[in-house]
């Protein structure tokens, strides 16, 4: 099933070419970033993604007021 969470956030009183947004995430089985509608990571995830997360850093394409960073993930039943 795929599923995108939503995340807004306001940079009105910043300079968007000096931010950066930093993190570490897992995914189980499939993930993709996007920062106002553009992609900018797809991920594959493991078998047990949670044991080593995968690091995550945005340095450009924030805008000045209002962005979306928008996470889809797709996870497969299991075969089991």
């Known amino acids: 099933a795929w599923t995108t969470f939503y995340q807004e956030f ?4 910043l300079d968007p070419t000096t931010v950066q947004l930093s993190g570490l ?3 189980d089985d499939f993930g993709a970033f996007f920062l106002n509608g553009e992609s900018i990571s ?4 493991s078998f047990d993604p949670f044991r080593a997360l995968n690091p995550l850093i945005i340095s450009g394409g924030f805008r000045q007021g209002r962005n979306t ?3 889809q993930v797709h996870n497969s039943a ?3």
Do not use: K
């Open 10 to 13: 306001d940079l009105q009183n």
């Open 25 to 27: 995430f897992g995914v």
């Open 42 to 45: 797809v991920t594959y995830g």
């Open 69 to 71: 960073l928008a996470v």
């Open 78 to 80: 299991c075969p089991c």
